[in-house]
Structure formats: structure tokens, C-alpha cells
């Protein structure tokens, strides 16, 4: 049951991933233009120049924020990552396995696994 819901959650990450790819790819292009700008903004000697590349940068900001909804891929993707990780995941993975022993080191060594699980 658990892999069948592993595989849902991932069917719905995945579509609205697949959504959103768009709004990521200009969210991404704005966000290196804003760099660029600013890059520019800063080497410019003159008053005008100053002036236009904050009204450049205001309009690309503009289109950054209209993207923002790309945010939502981003967590999409973040889920599908986490889906995958769990899937792969063993439903058995201790690193010690009880023993009945009254050895000391072999019972730290398990309840540092239990603990550590």
C-alpha cells in the first residue's frame, strides 16, 4: 500500500511538474536577466544610463513576479525527488539486527541504530 501511494504522490508531482515547466524556464531567464541588469547597472557611469537600466530592471522584475506561480513546479519537483528517495528506500534496513546476546557493545550498537531510525 505504502509503494501505491509512493507512486500516486509521484503521478501528481510529476504532472504538475510538467505544468509548470514553463513559468520555471522564464522564472529562471528573468532571474538571470535581473542579474545581468543589475551587472550593467552597476558599470554605468552616467545619470541616463543608471535611469534606463532601473527601468529595465523594473519591467523584467514586473515579469518575475508574474511568474512566481513557478514556485509551485519547484515544490513539485522537491516532492518527486523525495518520492523517488522513498521508493528506492528498503522497507528493512537496519544497520543491526537484535540479537539476544548481553554482550554490551552489540546492544549500544542497536539502540544507537533504533534511535538513529
Known amino acids: ?6 507512486f500516486i504522490g509521484g503521478l501528481v508531482a510529476l504532472f504538475i511538474l510538467l505544468a509548470n515547466l514553463g513559468p520555471m524556464i522564464l522564472l529562471g ?4 536577466l535581473l ?4 551587472k550593467k547597472f552597476a558599470k554605468s557611469d552616467s545619470t541616463a544610463g543608471k535611469i534606463g537600466w532601473v527601468i529595465l530592471g523594473l519591467i523584467v522584475l514586473s515579469i518575475t513576479f508574474s511568474n512566481i506561480f ?11 525527488y523525495l518520492v523517488i528517495t522513498n521508493w528506492r528506500k528498503e522497507d528493512n534496513d537496519q544497520v543491526v539486527h537484535e540479537m539476544k546476546d548481553d554482550d554490551p557493545f552489540t546492544n549500544f550498537e542497536r539502540q544507537w541504530a533504533e534511535i538513529n531510525n
Open 70 to 80: 513557478a514556485v509551485i513546479g519547484v515544490a513539485a519537483a522537491y516532492v518527486l
Open 29 to 32: 531567464l528573468s532571474i538571470w
Open 1 to 6: 500500500m505504502k509503494k501505491f501511494m509512493l
Open 35 to 38: 542579474y545581468v541588469i543589475f
